[in-house]
Protein backbone atom coordinates (compact mmCIF):
# COMPACT_ATOMS: atom_id res chain seq x y z
CA UNK A 1 0.00 0.00 0.00
CA UNK A 2 1.59 3.81 -1.31
CA UNK A 3 1.94 6.07 1.61
CA UNK A 4 -0.07 9.56 1.66
CA UNK A 5 2.04 12.52 0.01
CA UNK A 6 3.28 15.46 1.04
CA UNK A 7 2.65 19.00 -1.12
CA UNK A 8 5.27 19.28 -3.67
CA UNK A 9 7.49 21.84 -3.86
CA UNK A 10 6.64 25.25 -5.37
CA UNK A 11 8.22 25.04 -8.94
CA UNK A 12 8.24 21.38 -8.78
CA UNK A 13 8.62 20.58 -12.63
CA UNK A 14 6.96 17.22 -14.26
CA UNK A 15 9.26 14.62 -15.43
CA UNK A 16 8.97 12.69 -18.58
CA UNK A 17 11.82 9.87 -19.12
CA UNK A 18 11.24 8.01 -22.46
CA UNK A 19 13.49 4.58 -22.42
CA UNK A 20 13.34 4.07 -26.38
CA UNK A 21 14.50 0.24 -25.67
CA UNK A 22 17.72 -1.51 -27.19
CA UNK A 23 18.08 1.92 -29.29
CA UNK A 24 21.77 2.00 -30.37
CA UNK A 25 23.53 5.43 -29.91
CA UNK A 26 25.02 5.14 -33.56
CA UNK A 27 21.40 3.88 -34.79
CA UNK A 28 19.70 7.00 -33.31
CA UNK A 29 22.83 9.23 -35.17
CA UNK A 30 22.45 8.12 -38.52
CA UNK A 31 18.68 8.77 -38.39
CA UNK A 32 19.41 12.67 -37.66
CA UNK A 33 16.70 13.00 -35.19
CA UNK A 34 15.16 16.22 -36.24
CA UNK A 35 13.30 16.68 -33.16
CA UNK A 36 14.79 14.68 -30.70
CA UNK A 37 18.07 16.89 -31.38
CA UNK A 38 16.25 19.83 -30.80
CA UNK A 39 15.82 19.12 -27.21
CA UNK A 40 19.74 19.12 -25.98
CA UNK A 41 22.62 17.99 -27.31
CA UNK A 42 23.01 14.28 -28.49
CA UNK A 43 25.47 12.62 -26.41
CA UNK A 44 26.98 9.19 -26.27
CA UNK A 45 27.02 7.55 -23.20
CA UNK A 46 27.16 3.71 -21.69
CA UNK A 47 24.57 2.19 -20.09
CA UNK A 48 25.30 0.15 -16.68
CA UNK A 49 23.79 -3.07 -17.95
CA UNK A 50 23.55 -4.98 -20.78
CA UNK A 51 19.60 -5.76 -20.98
CA UNK A 52 16.09 -4.40 -19.89
CA UNK A 53 15.50 -5.10 -16.40
CA UNK A 54 18.22 -3.80 -14.79
CA UNK A 55 19.00 -1.26 -17.02
CA UNK A 56 15.41 0.10 -15.98
CA UNK A 57 16.37 -0.37 -12.13
CA UNK A 58 19.47 1.48 -12.64
CA UNK A 59 17.57 4.15 -14.59
CA UNK A 60 14.52 4.46 -11.61
CA UNK A 61 17.68 4.70 -8.82
CA UNK A 62 18.31 8.15 -10.89
CA UNK A 63 21.31 6.73 -12.42
CA UNK A 64 21.19 7.58 -16.14
CA UNK A 65 23.94 6.18 -19.07
CA UNK A 66 27.05 7.53 -17.58
CA UNK A 67 29.77 9.31 -20.48
CA UNK A 68 32.27 6.74 -18.61
CA UNK A 69 34.68 9.84 -17.15
CA UNK A 70 38.21 9.10 -16.07
CA UNK A 71 40.19 10.17 -12.64
CA UNK A 72 36.74 10.44 -10.80
CA UNK A 73 35.61 8.20 -8.14
CA UNK A 74 32.47 6.30 -8.77
CA UNK A 75 30.87 7.83 -5.28
CA UNK A 76 31.37 11.39 -6.38
CA UNK A 77 29.94 10.63 -10.00
CA UNK A 78 26.89 9.40 -8.52
CA UNK A 79 27.03 12.61 -6.13
CA UNK A 80 26.96 14.82 -8.92
CA UNK A 81 24.81 13.00 -11.50
CA UNK A 82 21.71 12.78 -8.60
CA UNK A 83 22.55 16.25 -7.66
CA UNK A 84 21.39 17.42 -11.47
CA UNK A 85 18.19 16.58 -10.97
CA UNK A 86 17.71 19.38 -8.81
CA UNK A 87 18.42 21.27 -12.11
CA UNK A 88 15.75 18.79 -13.83
CA UNK A 89 13.03 19.03 -10.74
CA UNK A 90 13.75 23.23 -10.77
CA UNK A 91 14.22 22.27 -7.03
CA UNK A 92 17.06 23.76 -5.51
CA UNK A 93 19.53 22.27 -2.73
CA UNK A 94 18.50 18.55 -3.29
CA UNK A 95 21.20 15.94 -3.98
CA UNK A 96 22.28 12.20 -2.99
CA UNK A 97 21.69 12.23 0.46
CA UNK A 98 17.86 12.85 0.41
CA UNK A 99 17.66 10.12 -1.83
CA UNK A 100 18.58 7.74 1.30
CA UNK A 101 18.06 4.96 2.68
CA UNK A 102 15.89 3.94 -0.62
CA UNK A 103 17.94 4.98 -3.70
CA UNK A 104 14.65 4.74 -5.75
CA UNK A 105 13.50 7.72 -7.83
CA UNK A 106 9.96 6.73 -8.05
CA UNK A 107 10.01 6.78 -3.88
CA UNK A 108 11.90 10.08 -3.44
CA UNK A 109 9.53 11.65 -6.45
CA UNK A 110 6.45 10.33 -4.52
CA UNK A 111 6.95 10.60 -0.89
CA UNK A 112 9.51 12.57 -1.00
CA UNK A 113 8.44 15.22 -3.13
CA UNK A 114 4.91 14.74 -3.35
CA UNK A 115 4.86 13.65 -7.31
CA UNK A 116 2.43 11.32 -8.76
CA UNK A 117 4.19 8.36 -10.53
CA UNK A 118 3.28 6.79 -13.47
CA UNK A 119 4.52 4.26 -15.90
CA UNK A 120 3.76 2.87 -19.31
CA UNK A 121 5.96 0.26 -20.23
CA UNK A 122 5.94 -2.04 -23.85
CA UNK A 123 8.15 -4.95 -23.35
CA UNK A 124 6.66 -7.90 -21.09
CA UNK A 125 9.64 -8.44 -18.49
CA UNK A 126 8.83 -4.93 -17.65
CA UNK A 127 5.48 -6.09 -16.41
CA UNK A 128 3.39 -4.93 -13.82
CA UNK A 129 4.15 -7.98 -11.81
CA UNK A 130 7.64 -7.43 -10.87
CA UNK A 131 9.23 -5.74 -8.38
CA UNK A 132 10.03 -2.41 -10.47
CA UNK A 133 6.67 -1.57 -10.07
CA UNK A 134 7.95 -0.54 -6.86
CA UNK A 135 6.09 3.42 -5.69
CA UNK A 136 4.29 3.96 -8.78
CA UNK A 137 0.41 5.24 -8.56
CA UNK A 138 0.03 3.04 -11.66
CA UNK A 139 1.95 1.11 -13.68
CA UNK A 140 0.64 -0.43 -17.23
CA UNK A 141 1.94 -2.63 -19.95
CA UNK A 142 0.98 -1.02 -23.24
CA UNK A 143 -1.62 -3.40 -25.58
CA UNK A 144 1.91 -3.11 -28.36
CA UNK A 145 5.48 -3.30 -27.87
CA UNK A 146 5.56 -0.85 -30.18
CA UNK A 147 3.32 2.20 -30.37
CA UNK A 148 4.47 5.33 -28.25
CA UNK A 149 2.01 6.86 -30.21
CA UNK A 150 -0.69 5.12 -28.74
CA UNK A 151 0.46 6.55 -24.96
CA UNK A 152 0.33 9.94 -25.61
CA UNK A 153 -3.15 10.01 -25.37
CA UNK A 154 -3.13 8.14 -22.39
CA UNK A 155 -0.89 10.11 -20.10
CA UNK A 156 -2.23 12.62 -17.57
CA UNK A 157 -1.04 15.48 -15.91
CA UNK A 158 -1.79 17.52 -12.74
CA UNK A 159 -1.97 21.20 -12.35
CA UNK A 160 -1.81 20.98 -8.88
CA UNK A 161 1.19 18.60 -8.21
CA UNK A 162 4.00 17.69 -10.87
CA UNK A 163 4.14 14.16 -12.31
CA UNK A 164 7.07 11.89 -13.33
CA UNK A 165 6.55 9.30 -16.08
CA UNK A 166 8.53 6.14 -17.00
CA UNK A 167 7.88 5.63 -20.97
CA UNK A 168 9.63 2.40 -22.04
CA UNK A 169 8.56 2.02 -25.71
CA UNK A 170 9.42 -0.77 -28.42
CA UNK A 171 9.78 0.24 -31.91
CA UNK A 172 13.56 0.39 -31.48
CA UNK A 173 13.48 -3.23 -29.87
CA UNK A 174 13.79 -6.44 -32.41
CA UNK A 175 12.15 -6.64 -34.73
CA UNK A 176 12.00 -2.75 -35.51
CA UNK A 177 8.79 -2.86 -36.48
CA UNK A 178 6.79 0.50 -36.52
CA UNK A 179 3.00 0.08 -35.38
CA UNK A 180 1.81 0.55 -38.41
CA UNK A 181 3.52 -2.51 -40.00
CA UNK A 182 1.80 -5.78 -39.57
CA UNK A 183 3.09 -8.56 -37.59
CA UNK A 184 3.36 -11.16 -40.39
CA UNK A 185 5.76 -8.82 -42.36
CA UNK A 186 8.16 -8.48 -39.53
CA UNK A 187 11.70 -10.15 -39.75
CA UNK A 188 11.66 -13.75 -38.10
CA UNK A 189 15.39 -14.55 -36.58
CA UNK A 190 14.17 -17.08 -34.14
CA UNK A 191 15.18 -17.29 -30.75
CA UNK A 192 16.01 -13.43 -30.18
CA UNK A 193 12.51 -12.37 -28.83
CA UNK A 194 14.02 -12.08 -25.33
CA UNK A 195 12.71 -14.00 -22.08
CA UNK A 196 9.36 -14.48 -23.73
CA UNK A 197 8.36 -16.13 -26.91
CA UNK A 198 6.22 -13.61 -27.89
CA UNK A 199 6.63 -9.86 -27.71
CA UNK A 200 3.33 -9.87 -25.80
CA UNK A 201 4.18 -12.20 -23.14
CA UNK A 202 3.51 -16.06 -23.24
CA UNK A 203 5.26 -18.85 -21.79
CA UNK A 204 9.05 -18.96 -22.12
CA UNK A 205 11.81 -19.79 -24.40
CA UNK A 206 12.65 -23.11 -25.31
CA UNK A 207 16.45 -24.49 -25.95
CA UNK A 208 14.98 -25.22 -29.44
CA UNK A 209 13.83 -21.50 -30.22
CA UNK A 210 17.69 -20.55 -30.46
CA UNK A 211 18.68 -19.33 -33.87
CA UNK A 212 21.20 -21.86 -35.38
CA UNK A 213 23.57 -19.01 -37.16
CA UNK A 214 23.63 -15.57 -37.96
CA UNK A 215 22.97 -14.22 -41.34
CA UNK A 216 24.70 -11.45 -41.39
CA UNK A 217 23.06 -9.97 -44.56
CA UNK A 218 19.97 -10.13 -42.54
CA UNK A 219 21.48 -8.87 -39.17
CA UNK A 220 22.61 -5.30 -41.38
CA UNK A 221 18.89 -5.39 -42.65
CA UNK A 222 17.77 -5.31 -39.07
CA UNK A 223 20.40 -2.73 -38.57
CA UNK A 224 18.69 -0.50 -41.19
CA UNK A 225 15.44 -1.25 -39.88
CA UNK A 226 16.61 0.30 -36.52
CA UNK A 227 17.54 3.51 -37.73
CA UNK A 228 14.21 3.91 -39.75
CA UNK A 229 12.14 2.78 -36.14
CA UNK A 230 14.29 6.03 -34.87
CA UNK A 231 12.90 8.33 -37.52
CA UNK A 232 9.63 6.90 -36.92
CA UNK A 233 9.76 7.67 -32.78
CA UNK A 234 11.10 10.80 -34.03
CA UNK A 235 7.81 11.86 -35.32
CA UNK A 236 6.17 10.32 -32.67
CA UNK A 237 8.07 12.95 -30.31
CA UNK A 238 7.15 15.88 -32.02
CA UNK A 239 3.34 15.00 -31.26
CA UNK A 240 4.44 14.15 -27.35
CA UNK A 241 6.14 17.43 -26.99
CA UNK A 242 3.10 19.16 -28.10
CA UNK A 243 0.76 17.22 -25.56
CA UNK A 244 3.33 17.82 -22.31
CA UNK A 245 2.68 20.68 -20.27
CA UNK A 246 4.94 23.24 -20.26
CA UNK A 247 7.51 23.51 -18.22
CA UNK A 248 8.36 19.45 -18.28
CA UNK A 249 11.90 18.09 -18.35
CA UNK A 250 11.97 15.29 -21.11
CA UNK A 251 14.60 12.97 -20.54
CA UNK A 252 14.83 10.81 -23.78
CA UNK A 253 17.89 7.52 -23.53
CA UNK A 254 17.76 3.74 -23.70
CA UNK A 255 18.01 0.88 -21.52
CA UNK A 256 20.95 -0.53 -23.59
CA UNK A 257 22.26 -1.02 -26.74
CA UNK A 258 22.10 -4.00 -29.27
CA UNK A 259 24.89 -5.91 -31.40
CA UNK A 260 24.22 -6.61 -35.40
CA UNK A 261 26.58 -9.15 -36.14
CA UNK A 262 29.73 -7.54 -34.43
CA UNK A 263 32.23 -10.10 -32.66
CA UNK A 264 29.51 -12.85 -33.84
CA UNK A 265 26.41 -10.91 -31.52
CA UNK A 266 23.27 -10.16 -32.18
CA UNK A 267 20.69 -8.39 -30.19
CA UNK A 268 21.25 -7.59 -26.06
CA UNK A 269 21.41 -9.08 -22.43
CA UNK A 270 24.68 -11.92 -21.68
CA UNK A 271 27.18 -9.87 -24.69
CA UNK A 272 30.36 -7.97 -23.36
CA UNK A 273 30.59 -5.94 -26.14
CA UNK A 274 30.74 -1.80 -26.35
CA UNK A 275 27.90 -1.59 -28.88
CA UNK A 276 25.74 -3.42 -25.95
CA UNK A 277 26.23 -0.24 -23.60
CA UNK A 278 26.91 2.53 -25.69
CA UNK A 279 23.26 4.51 -25.73
CA UNK A 280 22.10 7.86 -26.64
CA UNK A 281 21.42 10.66 -24.00
CA UNK A 282 19.17 13.61 -24.95
CA UNK A 283 17.23 16.04 -22.83
CA UNK A 284 15.88 19.14 -22.00
CA UNK A 285 12.91 21.72 -20.48
CA UNK A 286 9.56 21.80 -22.62
ZN1 LIG B 1 15.60 -3.42 -23.21
Not at 210 to 221: E, G, M, S, V, Y
Request: with cysteine; aromatic share 10%; glycine share 8%.
Amino acid sequence: MLSPRPEPPPGARNLVLLVLDSCRYDSFMAARPRVMSQLGSVERRFSYASWTSPGHFNLLMGLLPHPSPQHVFASEYYKKELGGFAHRLGIDGMGLTDMIPRLWLPDFLRNRLGYHTRAIVSLPVLNPHTPINTDFDSFELADKHNDLAAMIPRLQFDEERPTFYLLNTGETHYPYATPDEPEDRWPRVHGVHGVFKRLGGGPLLAKTDAPARFDQDKLDILRKRQIRTVTHIDSVVEQLIDHLPKNTHLIITADHGELFGEAGYFGHGPINHDKVLEVPLVEGLI
